[in-house]
């Protein structure tokens, strides 16, 4: 990364109408949330099947056993928001962040203090029920799990509590859709922060705004497929690059 590219990106979101930000994994590992890929990331460690939507029709008590280890692994108790999740609250709050959209699932981006969100992937801190669609927050559901009620149930209907999570199988929600794809169609800088851009329907994001005008700035450790559409690409740590951004775009505001 040049300063000279980081201060264009800055000059470019000062004066633009409206600045998006996509973030993906790579954005919460440096707060100790594992990432799914890598070679030490969690596909390594668990059998992806096991997380598809057709094992939780199946058999749902099975799956919530799977989950109480995923669960542990996204809300340990040393696990906080990090400087580039508070970098991208510190842009918002300054006005030069319209809409965040993110495939993390782990709520670090609501610790920091973003409110534009637009969980693509869903929430961890979730459960919903599969039969009249009442949400719940997680820990109850996981309490209640891990001392037998495998699946938690309902208490309106009884019907099976799933993590309000999008898992294998499942299409994006609507809303979550069709705002990430309007908030794509409209932007003027699209940001792409710690993603590697590969999982659809997210990665088509920034190739949209791209093919719409919008200037693309990528943030991710490894080369990303749209390496080659990017204004500017930084191969660094969303932690160094993103506060850097911020620090550049309020401080000379």
């Given at each position: 990364?040049?300063?000279?590219?980081?201060?264009a990106?800055?000059?470019?979101?000062r004066?633009?109408?409206?600045?998006?930000?996509?973030?993906?994994?790579g954005v919460?590992t440096?707060?100790g949330?594992p990432?799914?890929?890598?070679?030490?990331g969690?596909?390594?460690?668990?059998?992806?099947?096991?997380?598809?939507?057709d094992?939780?029709?199946?058999?749902p008590?099975a799956y919530?056993?799977?989950h109480l280890?995923?669960?542990?692994?996204?809300?340990?108790d040393?696990?906080?928001p990090?400087a580039?999740?508070?970098?991208?609250?510190?842009?918002e709050?300054?006005?030069?962040?319209?809409?965040l959209?993110?495939?993390?699932v782990?709520?670090?981006?609501?610790?920091a203090?973003?409110?534009s969100?637009?969980?693509l992937?869903?929430t961890?801190?979730?459960?919903?029920?599969?039969?009249?669609?009442r949400?719940?927050d997680?820990?109850?559901?996981?309490a209640?799990?891990r001392?037998g009620?495998l699946?938690?149930?309902?208490?309106?209907?009884?019907?099976?509590?799933?993590p309000d999570?999008?898992l294998?199988?499942?299409r994006l929600p609507?809303?979550?859709r069709?705002?990430?794809?309007?908030?794509?169609?409209s932007?003027?800088?699209?940001?792409?922060?710690?993603s590697?851009?590969?999982?659809?329907p997210?990665?088509s994001?920034?190739?949209?705004a791209?093919?719409?005008?919008a200037?693309?700035?990528?943030v991710?450790?490894?080369e990303?497929?749209?390496?080659?559409?990017?204004d500017?690409?930084?191969?660094?740590?969303a932690t160094?690059?993103v506060?850097?951004?911020?620090?550049?775009i309020?401080?000379?505001?």
């Amino acid at each position: 990364m040049t300063s000279e590219d980081l201060a264009a990106v800055a000059r470019t979101i000062r004066t633009a109408d409206e600045v998006v930000a996509l973030t993906g994994a790579g954005v919460s590992t440096a707060s100790g949330v594992p990432d799914f890929r890598s070679d030490d990331g969690l596909w390594r460690r668990y059998d992806p099947s096991d997380f598809h939507i057709d094992r939780f029709r199946t058999d749902p008590g099975a799956y919530w056993t799977q989950h109480l280890d995923l669960h542990d692994e996204f809300f340990a108790d040393d696990i906080d928001p990090n400087a580039a999740h508070e970098a991208l609250a510190d842009l918002e709050a300054a006005g030069h962040l319209e809409t965040l959209l993110t495939q993390n699932v782990d709520g670090l981006h609501s610790g920091a203090g973003s409110e534009s969100i637009v969980r693509l992937h869903g929430t961890a801190a979730k459960a919903v029920c599969r039969s009249c669609r009442r949400r719940y927050d997680i820990e109850p559901a996981v309490a209640r799990a891990r001392d037998g009620a495998l699946p938690p149930s309902c208490e309106d209907c009884g019907g099976a509590l799933k993590p309000d999570t999008v898992l294998f199988g499942e299409r994006l929600p609507n809303h979550a859709r069709l705002e990430s794809q309007a908030a794509a169609q409209s932007a003027d800088v699209f940001l792409a922060i710690g993603s590697s851009l590969t999982v659809e329907p997210a990665a088509s994001l920034p190739r949209t705004a791209a093919d719409r005008g919008a200037t693309l700035a990528i943030v991710n450790l490894e080369e990303t497929p749209l390496a080659d559409r990017a204004d500017y690409a930084f191969r660094e740590d969303a932690t160094d690059v993103v506060p850097r951004l911020r620090d550049a775009i309020v401080g000379d505001a």
